[in-house]
């Protein structure tokens, strides 16, 4: 059941100029005009392969394809096709639209599978414009209340539920958890595991735990001048020492552990004056949820550490966390089985981004794939990916779709 590899490029490169970004990239945030226009394209697609599509009350998309047991539960697969501010061309709408490549062969071929497919596109998968992410999938499985959602408001003020009524895309296909037969995402990997180490697909089998936190040390605003410095209590030297310890902490737990410090603001910024207050967060991710507590443990001995040194009161906030998510060993056989049916080299491995299959998992056996990405980079304009492993990693997902359908 070979793809067609021309049509599939056609579809991505097509999707890629809605939004397009000078820089390469794609500007789709959630709920955007540029968001209605992928939408509508994907509808389109949809309709011409005789699809029956509904959309929900979260504007999650579903696009049915029947099956011979058409009551059973769906074998879904697709991801999202909003994107963060300047992103990249490839980040969700590859998962989207090889799962569209995959029904298009099944209906060249005059295949059908026990039962139904779903290709479904997400509401909200990155959310930087209506936080959290993953935010229609999480509804959809009862993570996430749905009124939460409809309030979510933007940087602006808009609300989350006017934007989805205005580009006309909240449905009437009630976002209530249901159950999956299986789902499947193709993803570019996002890192530089599978392009380093030469493999052409990532067997996911699962998806790293997470933890944010904000950490604010306040101290003693005084002159740059005058002021002794050993009668300083200097917030941005506690946060810069207590940083710089939290860098360490990965190499203390495990190879794959990781720790960031990402977001920093202090009070008041100005070239001649002793910080008095300083914030910052901490995002550290892993399997283990015994190596996520004891990274905790680490951050807050640091944090007390260094404020007792300089001085400082502090608080440790929670922003979010998530807990390690395991996938389906039986889907992640079908993966891996498609791969060697094709001879295309594999590994095995973890996420360590969040993707919608976290909560689609919730619902049913899912797995993930990826792909290489040109020297890991994503989020950016710089994103990038050999079409050869683009159609591989479609060519997975069809093989791998269609066993889990009949099953």
Not at 14 to 31: P, S
Not at 48 to 55: K, P, Q
Not at 271 to 290: A, G, M, Y
Not at 342 to 364: E, F, I
Request: contains cysteine; negative net charge.
């Amino acid at each position: 059941m070979p793809i067609n590899p021309v049509r599939f490029r056609q579809s991505m490169e097509e999707m890629a100029r809605v939004g397009a970004t000078k820089g390469g990239g794609v500007n789709r945030l959630t709920l955007t005009d540029a968001d209605k226009e992928a939408r509508d394209l994907f509808a389109l697609w949809a309709g011409d392969a005789d699809l029956d599509l509904r959309i929900d009350e979260m504007g999650n998309m579903f696009a049915r394809r029947s099956g011979r047991e058409d009551d059973a539960p769906p074998a879904m697969a697709g991801s999202h096709l909003d994107s963060v501010p300047n992103g990249g061309r490839f980040d969700g709408s590859l998962g989207v639209l090889a799962a569209l490549e995959a029904v298009r062969t099944l209906n060249d071929e005059s295949i059908v599978t026990r039962r139904p497919i779903e290709i479904v596109n997400w509401t909200n998968e990155e959310g930087p414009r209506f936080p959290p992410s993953m935010v229609g999938s999480g509804v959809f499985a009862g993570a996430i209340p749905l009124e939460a959602a409809y309030e979510t408001r933007d940087s602006e003020g808009a609300r989350f539920l006017d934007e989805l009524e205005r580009i006309g895309y909240r449905g009437d296909a009630p976002c209530t958890p249901r159950p999956i037969g299986s789902y499947l995402e193709l993803h570019i990997e996002q890192g530089p595991v599978l392009v380093n180490e030469g493999v052409q697909v990532g067997i996911v089998e699962g998806i790293f735990g997470l933890t944010w936190l904000r950490v604010t040390m306040k101290g003693e605003r005084d002159h740059a001048g005058p002021t002794p410095m050993h009668l300083r209590r200097d917030a941005l030297v506690g946060a810069a020492r207590t940083i710089a310890a939290i860098r360490e902490i990965p190499e203390k737990l495990h190879p794959e552990f990781v720790a960031t410090v990402g977001e920093l603001s202090l009070s008041p910024g100005a070239i001649n004056v002793i910080p008095d207050e300083v914030t910052f967060s901490v995002d550290f991710r892993h399997s283990e949820p015994e190596l996520m507590n004891e990274a905790r443990n680490l951050v807050e001995e640091a944090v007390h550490r260094e404020a007792e040194r300089e001085n400082l009161e502090v608080e440790i906030q929670d922003v979010g966390s998530s807990t390690p998510t395991a996938f389906d060993a039986g889907v992640a056989q079908a993966v891996r089985s498609a791969c060697e049916e094709s001879g295309y080299s594999h590994r095995s491995m973890w996420s360590a981004a969040g993707h919608d299959a976290r909560y689609a998992a919730d619902l049913g056996p899912a797995a993930m794939i990826f792909v290489p990405c040109v020297a890991g980079k994503s989020h950016s304009e710089e994103e990038d990916m050999d079409w050869e492993d683009g159609c591989r990693g479609c060519d997975v997902l069809a093989r791998a779709l269609v066993k889990m359908a009949d099953s």
